[in-house]
């Protein structure tokens, strides 16, 4: 599929801008010693909460997804501005965020611990990164502009 140049352009700084929110999210987290998904985790609410609490339950069990959560952050983040195993990063980003989202419903009859930014229904700023990202996967941006290109070629 031939992306026109204007098209590209809005793609291609789409792709960046995300790429930017998860590597800034991955080294704001990487760089404080007291972050941990912990409290995240036990402010679960929805139909997996007891998924999320049993994980916060486990000492290791968190260790590891707190250093998943931070590279994870940080390779999505890289592969999207550099256009480096684009879609694969855009799929990791989507699968991430999904676990976000049904850890954290956007549901008004559900409350969390930390206030939302909004009234929202369903339909959360971390559904719509989600399915961007889904978009973002199916034009190949990185093999026009990033390394995808050197890698796999101009398709």
């Known amino acids: 599929m031939e992306i026109s ?3 590209l352009f809005w793609l291609v700084i789409l792709r960046v801008v995300i790429g930017w929110h998860f590597l800034y999210e991955g080294i704001v987290k990487l760089t404080n010693p007291n ?3 912990v409290n995240y985790l036990m402010d679960s609410q929805g ?7 049993s994980w916060a339950a486990n000492p290791d069990t968190v260790k590891i997804i707190d250093l998943l959560n931070i590279y994870g952050l940080i390779a999505i983040g890289l592969g999207l501005i550099l256009g480096l195993f ?3 990063a855009a799929w990791a980003g989507v699968l991430l965020l999904l676990t976000y989202y049904i850890s954290h419903p956007p549901c008004y009859w559900l409350t ?3 206030p939302s930014e909004g009234n929202y229904l369903f339909v959360n700023k971390v559904l719509i990164e989600m399915i961007t990202l889904i978009v973002l996967s199916l034009f190949p941006t990185g093999r026009r502009i990033g390394i995808d290109r050197l ?3 101009k398709k």
């Open 5 to 7: 140049n204007g098209k």
């Open 35 to 37: 972050w941990s998904s």
């Open 47 to 53: 139909y997996f909460k007891e998924y999320f609490y």
């Open 86 to 88: 684009s879609r694969v």
């Open 112 to 114: 969390y611990a930390m």
């Open 151 to 153: 890698i796999f070629g």
